[in-house]
């Protein structure tokens, strides 16, 4: 916050007659600037009521909890261009006289158009002050960046690269996001769909494979046990069968000493 002081030298005069002294003092004053930064306030609220009640198309922005003159941006990559699919993370720098002065305007994620952390040279940019509109707001500012960033001018703060690059970067420019700790703060919902992306890109091979192996493991285990269960019943007869066929030897004697004994009593009773 800048204030400009304004001060003045005390006089003091002294007549010699009477001996009176005047004493003139000047109080320090808030300039200007004060004023500006609460307009800039209640403009910056506005736009960012009216940005959540109609948002822009390709564009996500929302100020930084602790400070309202620090706005952070995502740009989605527009079909049929080199930077389809990819997700730009930048941030907005509005000083305290906005809307009467421009912001600037940075990028943080590698996108094969802009430098990185480096101001971006814009019409609607603090690189030209004079050609800066108070009208203009947040809507408008990153509409006109995401336009810009499609075609290929030079400007300051830009890089030239191939198309197969520009892919490239988008491709993974929703994971080098992710790695930034303001951005996951800011920005859930593009961490969620990261997230998403990983999970039907690299399914877990356990989930699908595991229903069929523990078919074919319980199959062998059930025809296992289905044939141990039968040997374990069919046990008892194979143990009765045995026990009938194994007469005892000692008692077959015994029953025919006993049967010859008998058929012999009537011969010697003659």
Not at 7 to 17: G, I, K, Y
Not at 38 to 63: D, F, G, I, M
Request: charged share 20%; aromatic share 10%; net charge positive.
């Amino acid at each position: 916050m800048f204030v400009s002081v304004r001060t003045c030298t005390a006089v003091s005069t002294l007549e010699s007659e009477g001996a009176t002294r005047e004493y003139i003092y000047c109080f320090l004053t808030i300039g200007s600037c004060l004023m500006a930064e609460k307009a800039c306030v209640k403009r910056l609220q506005k736009e960012y009521r009216a940005l959540c009640k109609e948002p822009v198309s390709h564009v996500t922005a929302r100020p930084s909890p602790n400070d309202i003159l620090e706005w952070h941006y995502v740009l989605e990559g527009s079909e049929g261009t080199p930077f389809a699919g990819g997700y730009y993370y930048g941030k907005i720098k509005f000083p305290p006289e906005y809307p009467f002065k421009p912001p600037g305007i940075s990028m943080v994620t590698p996108n094969g158009r802009f430098m990185t952390q480096k101001k971006i040279c814009l019409s609607m940019s603090d690189f030209h002050p004079e050609s800066w509109n108070p009208m203009w707001s947040v809507s408008s500012i990153l509409t006109g960046l995401l336009s810009f960033m499609m075609d290929n001018s030079p400007t300051t703060g830009s890089v030239t690269t191939t198309v197969d690059e520009k892919q490239r970067l988008a491709k993974s420019s929703l994971a080098f996001n992710c790695k930034n700790a303001t951005f996951r703060k800011m920005f859930p919902e593009y961490v969620e769909k990261y997230e998403q992306q990983q999970l039907a890109e690299n399914p877990v091979p356990e989930q699908v494979s595991l229903v069929p192996r523990q078919k074919e493991k319980s199959r062998p285990l059930l025809e296992k046990d289905g044939i141990e269960g039968l040997n374990k019943v069919e046990a008892p007869r194979d143990i009765k069968h045995h026990r009938r066929q194994s007469f005892p030897t000692w008692m077959v004697v015994l029953l025919v000493s006993v049967f010859g004994i008998v058929m012999a009593l009537p011969l010697l009773q003659l």
